[in-house]
Each structure stands twice: as C-alpha cells, then as structure tokens.
C-alpha cells in the first residue's frame, strides 16, 4: 500500500462529456502528478502540481485539467471526453520538486469511454 | 528524443531462471533510470533505480546495468519466480524536470 488513494476505480462516461478523477496523496507528500495508461502501454505524463500550482505538463490538451488543494489532494478533470480517452488514470504523490523518479502511485481510475 | 525503447515486450521464463529486460534511451539530459513493477489492477511500483554515476546496482534478486556511452540500461531478475509475473517498466527523468518518461512495458511470465 502506497498510500495513494483515487476515486472512483471504474467510470463509464460518453463522448462529448466530462469527468473528475479524485486522488490524495500520501501523507506528507507535496507533489502530485496524473499519467495516463492506456491498454497494454506506458504511462503517460499528463501534468504535476506542487503547492496548489501547475509545474509542468506532458503532451495533452488543454481539455485536461488539474487542481491541488491546500490538503495536497487533486483532481485530474477531463473535458469533451473522446473515445481515445479510454485509459488507466494513474495520480502519484512525492515529496518535493525535484525529481528523483521516487513517486508513489495509486491504483488508478479505470475510464471507458462509450 | 524523450523516448525510452523497451525490449522484449513479452517474456517466459522457468521458475530460477534469469529474466533480463533491456532499454534504451535517447536523451542524454535524463539522470534518473528506475525500473517500475506492476501486478494486474494495481498501480506501478518502484522496483529498484540507478543513476549514471555507476554501471551496476543490486537490491537482492533484483540488477540494474547502467551503460552510458551506449545509452543503455537493463534489468537482471535471478532466481526468477512465480510470484515475479507482472509487468516491468523501465523509466527515466532528468533533474530539470519532474516527470517519469516510461517504456513500453516488458509482460513477465516465470513457468513454475
């Protein structure tokens, strides 16, 4: 157990809507960061925040969105939904900016997109 | 020049054989090689990392070699297991930034 928990685990949604994806982070963790797994691939660095702000973002639209709270916890918000959006949502918490490749993740959010 | 090349991408081996998983990477900025395990409907772990300064590192039954003139880097498992099934990640960051570039992902199955 990691520590890092997200909801919900499985979310079916349609094209053309929009879904939020909730993560806390583990306790003491001040960086958050979402990647998205698609089948049988990598994951995907979408973006990370540290300290409520956006510090750095991987290769998605602006349809993808986050948000840090004062608690460290996020939300991974996703806009006009499409059905290549089909993935494993995965947040991962760690201490600091700096990056060490020590992040801790979740379980990840299973999103079908119809 | 942010790709991280992954091979095999499926691999059998007998219960105490040696798994190896190879990657290679293109960016001479990343400083950071950690190697991620991950079981079906659970989210990557770290498994064992490595930075450039040394060409080998070992936590148990698990390797990592480090070649940095060939921007290469790979994944030993001794004594492989049943239990070891998953699937392997390798990755890799850079000191500047703050994110994980992965491979695609090696599907380990250790035969009893």
């Known amino acids: 157990e990691t520590g890092v928990t997200q909801s919900p685990t499985h979310l079916i949604k349609t094209r053309g809507q929009q879904v939020t994806l909730r993560c806390s982070s583990q306790?003491?963790?001040?960086?958050v960061s979402w990647y998205q797994q698609a089948l049988g691939q990598g994951p995907q660095f979408i973006f990370q925040?540290?300290?409520?702000?956006?510090?750095g973002r991987g290769n998605f639209p602006p349809r993808f969105s986050g948000l840090q709270f004062p608690n460290y916890s996020s939300e991974l918000n996703v806009n006009a939904l499409e059905l290549d959006d089909s993935a494993l949502y995965l947040c991962?918490?760690?201490?600091?900016?700096?990056?060490?490749?020590?992040?801790?993740f979740g379980e990840g959010s299973r999103l079908t997109v119809l | 020049q942010q790709q991280v090349k992954q091979s095999p991408q499926s691999l059998i081996v007998q219960k105490g054989g040696i798994s190896i998983i190879n990657c290679a990477y293109e960016?001479?900025?990343?400083?950071?090689f950690p190697w991620y395990q991950q079981f079906p409907g659970k989210g990557p772990a770290l498994l064992i990392a490595?930075?450039?300064?040394?060409s080998e590192k070992k936590e148990g039954r698990f390797t990592i070699s480090f070649n940095k003139s060939a921007k290469q880097f790979s994944l030993h498992i001794m004594d492989s297991q049943p239990g070891d099934s998953a699937t392997y990640f390798c990755?890799?960051?850079?000191?500047?930034?703050?994110?994980?570039?992965f491979g695609e992902g090696t599907q380990l199955t250790v035969n009893p």
């Open positions: 991962a918490s760690s201490l600091g900016t700096f990056y060490t490749g020590e992040l801790f």
């Open positions: 960016n001479t900025a990343f400083d950071y």
């Open positions: 925040y540290y300290r409520e702000e956006e510090n």
């Open positions: 990755a890799a960051s850079g000191t500047s930034g703050s994110r994980l570039t």
């Open positions: 306790s003491g963790h001040n960086t």
């Open positions: 490595i930075r450039p300064d040394v």
